[in-house]
């Protein structure tokens, strides 16, 4: 696989390559500043190296194409080359692809590509296993707004590239109608009918979604109509002795019958993902994919 420019259809329809090289860019000059200057004293400017790149653990891997981005932008004469695929697995020990090129523009880019590819590939590690827990059940996993600031739109990729769900990306794409914006609006009623005229008077194509807490406000909800989505926030709980109760979940799974797309949310984890899934609920979201990433272990080791 060529580090070569990346075609259209391996886009994110929320990302282009003007606006990640704008980004690296940002990154690089954050991490480089003025100069690198370790490398600057230490490494003769003609030396030349080759770098392989080491899975040191089982996983997925991710962002590929960013990290050869990097290089690239740091010198467009390196050279990387790719022996997986974005979205592939790799398990420890695997050299997963090379880099070739002036020893000092390796260096200079080998932190930040690293960063990008271990924090991508974690994120889509852990929600490839996730996808595969509930794969039984048809339920499709979503992403969420809980990203790290600067990096949302290579988060959500890396979610995407494990087989995720990308949700929304921020406050424009989505009506999302929480537990504080229902108090603000004076109730469940009146939060809905204020959504559904802001959308019919801007035109917008965007659906609604409407957070509930309790079976009441799944009623009230039904009762009102007019939404797309129904987020179920913590229907499923932890009881006293440790077992999860997914019975109040079952149960609004039931109440809503189809009429509209639901959403679990709160208590997602590896070990209580099937139990969830199980209840009917059409997806799940988990904030943990992008909030608490466990970047998979990779190295890059340079040879003359």
């Known amino acids: ?11 994110p329809p929320y990302l282009d390559e003007a606006t990640l090289d704008r980004l690296i860019r940002q990154w690089l000059a954050e991490d480089i500043g003025p100069g690198d200057v370790t490398t600057e004293a230490t490494v003769p400017p003609e030396r030349q190296a080759r770098g392989l790149f080491l899975a040191k653990a089982n996983g997925v891997v991710a962002g590929l194409q960013v990290a050869a981005r990097v290089f690239q932008l740091v010198d467009p ?7 997986q695929a974005d979205g592939s ?3 420890a020990g695997t050299i ?65 590239l494990g087989g995720g769900t990308n949700h929304r990306l921020g406050l424009y794409d989505m009506i999302l109608i929480k537990d504080n914006h229902i108090v603000a609006a004076g109730g469940i009623r009146e939060a809905i009918e204020a959504a559904r005229r802001y959308r019919e008077q801007h035109r917008l194509d965007i659906p609604i979604e409407i957070e ?3 079976l009441e406000d799944v009623d009230a909800i039904l009762a009102t109509g007019g ?23 079952r149960e609004a799974v039931r109440r809503i019958g189809g009429r509209f797309h639901t959403e679990a949310s709160g208590n ?11 209840t009917g609920v059409e997806a799940i979201s988990c904030g943990a994919l992008t909030h608490s990433v466990q970047a998979l272990d990779l190295s890059l080791e340079l040879t003359l």
């Open 77 to 83: 004469d390196v050279h990387v080359r790719w022996h």
């Open 96 to 160: 997963f692809g090379t880099v070739e090129g002036r020893a000092r523009s390796l260096l200079m880019a080998e932190r930040l590509a690293l960063n990008l590819l271990q924090r991508m590939s974690g994120i889509a590690t852990a929600t490839r296993r996730l996808v595969e827990r509930v794969r039984p059940y048809g339920t499709k996993v979503l992403d969420t707004r809980k990203t790290a600031p600067g990096l949302r739109l290579l988060d959500k990729w890396a979610v995407r």
């Open 268 to 278: 997602i984890t590896l070990e209580t993902a099937e139990a969830i899934a199980a």
């Open 227 to 249: 939404v797309d989505w129904i987020l179920l926030d913590n229907f499923a709980r932890h009881l006293p002795d440790g077992t999860l109760d997914v019975e109040p979940l």
């Open 1 to 11: 696989m060529s580090a070569a420019p990346i075609t259209s259809t391996d886009w």
């Open 212 to 214: 509930a807490q309790s």
């Open 89 to 91: 697995r790799v398990t």
